[in-house]
């Protein structure tokens, strides 16, 4: 009886763990950041896309995409240059520009609605957060 009931649970759970989304592969566009958490209500759109998408782990991020957290949803980003971002629930945040390690120019992120936390490795003048 034992038997049957971990067979059954493996033919369940085995097949949908191997159906787990994986991160969109974008080959083309520069990595400026990926997404290292994801809870809860969160999705991202890709610059040039008008297309909201589920937020995956590992999913790489460039100027231009937007993330979005609904009322029970979180995410944390770490950027190229170090920065680390925790967008918390209810939150809008558009990458505007990300500072390259051979650039002086900083990270700017516009904070459209909700709240974020951050925490960068270099000056405070590297990152830059706009909202309305």
């Avoid at 049957?4 to 974008?26: N, T």
């Avoid at 939150?91 to 120019?105: F, N, Q």
Wanted: proline share 6%; aromatic share 4%.
């Amino acid at each position: 009886m034992r038997r049957l009931i971990i067979s059954v649970i493996l033919s369940v759970c085995l097949p949908c763990s191997l159906l787990a989304a994986s991160p969109l592969p974008r080959p083309n566009i520069p990595k400026d950041a990926e997404i290292v958490s994801v809870k809860g209500d969160s999705t991202v759109r890709f610059i040039r896309e008008e297309e909201w998408r589920q937020a995956l782990i590992e999913q790489l991020l460039t100027a231009g995409d937007a993330l979005r957290t609904g009322a029970y949803g979180k995410m944390d980003v770490l950027f190229i240059d170090g920065t680390q971002i925790k967008v918390h629930t209810k939150t809008t945040l558009l990458i505007k520009e990300v500072r390259k390690p051979s650039e002086k120019t900083g990270t700017v992120l516009e904070l459209k609605a909700g709240e974020i936390w951050s925490r960068a490795k270099s000056t405070p003048e590297s990152l830059k957060i706009t909202t309305p």
